[in-house]
């Protein structure tokens, strides 16, 4: 929400008869942020509400939700705009699907290429009630390549953003990226039975006509995928990024 001409939303879709009611929680640069009207949203059935992020959470890099559903069922997504006045004149759209909820576990098999040039990071939330010890491990091409992971405690609430461009991956090739909790690893539990977080790729600029491109991490490995690659990036260069957790 700091990038001018930028607007983003937080779409809240119920595509069942009666209405759902959901608390909303966001985290932004300066840490935890609500407002007066997140809490209580209410959904009516078949309809979709836009919830104005770029408003009420303003010049924050990076805006983190969570949705907690109190009665019904919602599929959240956040949706930006740009109008072309920012400086580098960038136009269009930006649609990113939130996930069901936390896990142990996240895998991103095609994160980027190693060069030191692109501005790549990850964003890692947890939220829930308890503190989480988490790791992020990259996972190259090349089965040599190696890189010590990112250690990270997050609080309960907290969000952390791993810059992947400060050069400690230059030269070292495509690469994509696992985030697993280590308390969950030692078997420790939470109050849902097990310590998660959420993970998703940001990308800033070179990508995509909005340049803050967010797409989610995956939470399980499956035996079939489909991938809609070219309607999401547009580019002539992409490729498929299969990965053996």
Known sequence: TTRPGNRAWLLLHNPFRAAAVADLRFVGDIGRRETLDSQGVVVPGRSVVAYDLTERIADSSVVSATVDVRVG???????????????DGRRGLDLAPGVSGPASSWLLPGVGVGDGTASIGVSILNPGARTVEVELVPRFADPEAFVEPWPLVLRAGQRHVVD?????????????IEVRTLSSLRGAEGAGGQAGVAASVVRWTGYGPVGLDVRPAARVAARGWVVDVAARFGAADDVLAVANP
């Open 164 to 176: 992947l461009s400060d050069g400690r991956l230059a030269g070292l090739g495509e690469f994509g």
């Open 73 to 87: 069922r919602l599929v959240a997504m956040c949706l930006q705009a740009s109008d072309g006045t920012d400086p």
